[in-house]
């Protein structure tokens, strides 16, 4: 078990506090979403539990433990992160990149172990992409290059996996792909924090969903209890149609409208 919180933490940038006395625990073994408004401080508050960036004040746990006062290559034995943005690294195999992921594990000069290669194999079998192991990543479509991200953070054998908008730049079908392997991945006991644009997604596939709005908490729950036309009228500004689906009983937002006077 790994557990990660947060404990009153304010978060941002020279000139900007962004994030304002959040307090939360990530629950562990589930899928969360957050969510919120463009500028609400979703990536901060990503960067700041992955320890990209530190807090002006409050802290980061992992397991009671202040994240900052752990060692780079033990925090990333315990967090992999993806940002939205992930340098393509030209002329390297997808092989060679998902061994990237080794990385924390890694004693100088002794090369990749056989716990290493077996790691390496499995993320690779599980995101789906042994035949396009010798592919470089730029001869790759969009959905299968996230895969690669994904094998990545999956090699580097963390507890928890943390990815920013991994969904966005990909058509329907390969969103889907994307969100049934982390439903996958989850079940396999790892904790996944994601951020979500698409709110019907982050219903069904979020057992834990987390809203900011201008740097501040303003709900968190299962998405039974947040996405109601109030709380989301409250987090977007929208007024949303809300059902329960047929399907699953979760969340469904039918159709939804700005706020008119
Ligand atoms: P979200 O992910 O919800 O869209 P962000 O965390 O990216 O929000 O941004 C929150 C605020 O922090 C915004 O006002 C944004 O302009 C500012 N911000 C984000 N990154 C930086 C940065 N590198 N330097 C300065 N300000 C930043």
Redesign the pocket.
């Known amino acids: 078990m790994t557990k990660l919180a947060t404990n009153s933490i304010y978060c ?2 020279e000139k ?1 506090i ?1 994030l304002k006395d959040i307090s939360l625990e990530i629950p562990d073994k589930k899928i969360t979403s957050m969510i ?1 408004p ?7 508050l990503l960067k700041t539990l992955a320890r990209i960036l530190l807090p002006e004040n409050g802290s980061v746990h992992i397991n009671g433990e202040d994240i900052n006062t752990l060692n780079t290559k033990s925090v990333a034995k315990k967090i992999a992160s993806l940002s939205q943005k992930n340098n393509v690294i030209n002329g390297l195999s997808v092989a060679e990149i998902v061994a990237y992921g080794r990385f924390p594990y890694q004693k100088s000069f002794a090369g990749l172990q056989k716990e290493d290669h077996e790691l390496i194999q499995w993320a690779l079998e599980v995101t789906g992409l042994l035949e396009l192991k010798q592919r470089t990543l730029n001869t790759l479509s969009g959905g299968q290059q996230q895969r690669v991200w994904i094998a990545m953070a999956l090699a580097q054998d963390t507890d928890i996996l943390i990815l920013d908008e991994p969904i966005s730049s990909l058509d329907p079908a390969h969103q889907l792909e994307i969100l049934y392997l982390l439903e996958d991945i989850n079940r396999q006991g790892k904790t996944i924090l994601m ?1 979500i644009h698409d709110l019907n997604h982050a219903a069904q596939f979020s057992d834990y969903i987390i809203g ?1 709005k201008q740097g501040q908490l303003i709900l968190k729950g299962e998405p039974q209890e947040v996405f109601t036309a109030e709380r989301l009228l409250e987090l977007f500004d929208i007024q949303p149609e809300v059902v329960l689906s047929k399907k699953n009983q979760k969340p469904f937002i039918l159709s939804y409208d700005l706020v008119r006077s």
Do not use: I, R, W
């Not at 463009?38 to 901060?44: A, E, F, Y």
């Open positions: 941002g940038y900007q962004v919120g463009n500028g609400s401080g979703k990536t901060t951020t900011l």
